[in-house]
């Protein structure tokens, strides 16, 4: 088993409505985990950040919301996902 955090920052709530009992809000959900296969040795950098294409190529953890009606990750120029690789294998994995 790999211990994975999860921290939840809101940026806004947009919208309620109490007839459909639902809301919408943008949030920036981040998960941390350890990964030693994606460890490197560097003596310059502290860390490497990445684009979303990494994200495909590499174990995310599968994080939902129960009873969600909809989400999506907002991409108004390109997927707004950042993944964050420290070199002792600690990851950062941030989306909005």
């Known amino acids: 088993p790999i211990p994975v955090g999860i921290d939840v920052q809101v940026e806004s709530i947009d919208s309620i409505s109490e007839v459909d009992m639902d809301f919408t809000m943008t949030l920036y959900l981040r998960h941390y ?3 030693e296969r994606l ?3 560097s003596n310059k ?4 950040t990445f684009d979303g294409r990494l994200i495909k190529k590499i174990w995310v953890p599968d994080v939902f919301f ?3 009606k ?3 990750i907002h991409d108004t120029t390109v997927e ?3 993944l964050r690789v420290y ?3 600690n ?3 941030s989306l909005r």
């Open 33 to 35: 985990w350890k990964d």
């Open 70 to 72: 909809r989400s999506f």
């Open 39 to 41: 460890s490197f040795h």
């Open 66 to 68: 129960v009873h969600s």
């Open 45 to 48: 950098n502290k860390s490497m």
């Open 80 to 82: 707004n996902v950042m």
């Open 91 to 93: 990851v950062l994995f």
């Open 87 to 89: 070199p002792d294998g």
